[in-house]
């Protein structure tokens, strides 16, 4: 049994406020045949406010059954760490409870809190006897009142423990296949699972096989596993090469330190609850026989996988268009490790250049040249711009401001040229901000620290970031079936491989054209979020046999981007922002986008701090050494 913590202690609260009302149903039933002993219970209680209202009284009774009720569900799970999912079980916990809140919690209060009230409400209801026989006539009654109320609390308990088992076993608990590694939130699909997969194998098992956990990939799996959550004829299993989701849009502020490195990274298993996951390789993918064969990280085993359905979401690398010297010698800006090496990278050419006397050899440490003219390379140079130029000011005095070189190299006549007119408010903001434009030109060579544009135009630098284009996977460019030129797959409108139509291939490894411009769809992440709702909504048609497919049809609602501290640009359904506004709706777009609770809370506190406080300058130890950083000079 796997539990979520606050599910169930909420389920046991719930349990305990219906017992605060059911432990006094037999004093509301004898109240039909006699005196009403419960109104004058809910008035001693509500004495202990000091209030004379009955309601008073009836309010807080439910209030301190609620508050018992969390500490008794926190003491269960996290102490105890007692599984109540089975009734007997619940039921057994419940008058444990009962027994134990009688002792150290009802005796006490009854003793301590009611007793003079008890007086005081039976004095006002019998004015005519004294306190004296009011007392002794207690005194007399002590011993059935403390077995009545060791009655009531065993009601309580009793309640607690059916209906807090009841709900666990419903909504609560995650019952695990430890053969299979998923987990289910239903016991009778746990048991249909049991007997359909490993006691009676069924014969109409599917299996679904995704690879890739990026955004495509994680977005086709969220869907189907819901799709598909209570039907134990669907096996799902994904492959990825990182055990974690990355959270792209934001690597260029995890590599000067805005963020920290794990609130854009959410483990890919948090995701799997109905699917098996698979930290591997994918080195071969076999259309014609329906199986891939996939090798582990760390030993390099290999392991083949069958699959009835293959979702293709492998993303893309990096395209350095065949020219090894710029493959070897720069940065990429794809990956968490990318983006810790940058950091590592420009913190110590800032400690290095702090130390250097002469200013030609600092000006080239401190030259920071990035390639790509999109918004990968213009949120990264933004990004840059602002971590150098502050940390200089404040934590590097010895460097010459006018030593700090940013150079941005586009190969288009314009940066950002997907968002028209606000592609040249960018390159005039960014040149306020003190950084270089080349447009229209290449990088032609980068070796022995000198990088060469087009022109035979030479930049003495010791860091270039490479953000200037993108290329499948090998493995997808191998398989075989029909390729775009530039080796993504050829899918048709319903996002199946053509010749295949139990395969779907979407996000960057996939060439998809909108019917109504015959234009592709660009490779952004919106698309491929899109692309994943059309796949798993025909998946569950293909699966549950009904004869239609959705076509994908997706208008692009906008693009933005980041250009520096403050300072963005957005254009959304047709209308330009630019400036703080744009800026701000960046970061509350990427914000809303984040996976889980928990990471939106943990960036957005990275953010705060970042308004009132420098960026950190602390390089990660070694992790990154010289051996392993792409500079070969």
């Not at 995704?210 to 039907?231: C, D, P, R, S, T």
């Not at 840059?384 to 010459?400: C, H």
């Not at 087009?454 to 290329?471: P, R």
């Not at 909108?514 to 698309?527: I, L």
Request: proline fraction near 3%; include cysteine.
């Amino acid at each position: 049994m796997g539990f979520s913590l606050k599910k169930e202690v909420f389920f046991v609260a719930i349990g305990s406020v219906i017992g605060a009302f059911t432990m006094h149903l037999p004093i509301i039933f004898s109240d039909l045949f006699g005196n009403s002993s419960y109104n004058v219970w809910v008035l001693i209680a509500a004495r202990v406010v000091n209030s004379s209202q009955p309601e008073i009284g009836l309010i807080l009774h439910f209030f301190v059954a609620t508050i018992i009720g969390i500490v008794t569900g926190i003491f269960l799970h996290k102490i105890l760490r007692f599984n109540i999912s089975k009734i007997y079980k619940g039921l057994t916990y419940g008058i444990f409870s009962g027994i134990v809140v009688f002792v150290i919690f009802a005796i006490p209060v009854s003793q301590i809190f009611l007793g003079p009230n008890t007086i005081e409400v039976l004095s006002e209801i019998n004015p005519e006897a004294s306190i004296t026989q009011l007392s002794q006539e207690i005194e007399r009654n002590f011993l059935n009142q403390m077995i009545n109320s060791l009655f009531m609390h065993l009601i309580w308990g009793t309640t607690l423990g059916i209906i807090s088992s009841l709900l666990t076993r419903k909504m609560g608990a995650n019952y695990l296949c430890h053969i299979c590694n998923i987990e289910f939130s239903n016991i009778k699909t746990y048991e249909h699972h049991e007997e359909n997969v490993h006691e009676n194998p069924s014969s109409k098992m599917k299996k679904i096989l995704i690879l890739g956990g990026g955004y495509a990939g994680i977005g086709v799996l969220n869907k189907i596993q819901k799709i598909f959550e209570n039907n134990v004829d669907v096996n799902i299993e994904l492959v990825s090469e990182s055990n974690f989701f990355l959270h792209t849009p934001m690597l260029p502020e995890m590599a000067t330190g805005v963020i920290e490195p794990r609130h854009i990274a959410t483990p890919i298993r948090r995701f799997c609850k109905r699917a098996q996951f698979h930290q591997s390789k994918v080195i071969d993918i076999s259309l014609n026989t329906k199986q891939v064969t996939i090798q582990r990280m760390t030993d390099k085993s290999q392991k083949i996988l069958f699959y009835d359905y293959l979702v293709l979401a492998m993303g893309g690398k990096t395209n350095f268009f065949g020219n090894s010297n710029i493959e070897e010698n720069s940065f990429t800006i794809k990956s968490l490790d990318d983006a810790i090496k940058i950091r590592n990278h420009i913190i110590s050419m800032l400690e290095d250049a702090d130390q250097e006397t002469n200013p030609i050899l600092q000006q080239k440490l401190m030259t920071f040249v990035i390639v790509g003219g999109g918004f990968s390379g213009v949120e990264t140079i933004g990004e840059i711009n602002d971590f150098v130029r502050e940390s200089s000011k404040k934590f590097y005095r010895n460097i010459i401001q006018d030593n700090i070189k940013i150079i941005l190299v586009s190969t288009e006549d314009k940066i950002l040229p997907e968002i028209g007119n606000l592609g040249e408010y960018s390159k005039q903001a960014l040149q306020k901000a003190g950084v270089t434009i080349f447009t229209d030109t290449r990088m032609i060579d980068f070796s022995n620290g000198i990088a060469v544009l087009s022109g035979n135009k030479k930049i003495s630098t010791n860091t270039v970031i490479w953000a200037g284009g993108n290329t499948v996977e090998d493995v997808v460019k191998k398989t075989d079936t029909d390729h775009h030129k530039s080796g993504k797959l050829v899918v048709n409108k319903q996002l199946n491989l053509e010749n295949h139509l139990e395969v779907f291939a979407l996000g960057d490894c996939a060439f998809s054209v909108d019917p109504r411009s015959k234009k592709p769809y660009p490779p952004t992440a919106q698309h491929a979020i899109r692309q994943a709702n059309t796949v798993a909504k025909n998946l569950e048609y293909k699966i549950k046999g009904i004869g239609m497919q959705e076509d994908f049809i997706y208008d692009t609602k906008g693009s933005m981007a980041k250009i520096g501290k403050n300072n963005g640009v957005a254009l959304l359904c047709g209308h330009e922002f630019r400036g703080l506004i744009a800026w701000f709706i960046w970061k509350q777009y990427y914000l809303s986008t984040l996976p889980t609770n928990e990471k939106k809370i943990r960036v957005g506190l990275d953010w705060l701090i970042d308004l009132f406080f420098p960026r950190d300058i602390t390089r990660l130890s070694s992790i990154f050494d010289e051996k392993n950083t792409p500079i070969k000079n």
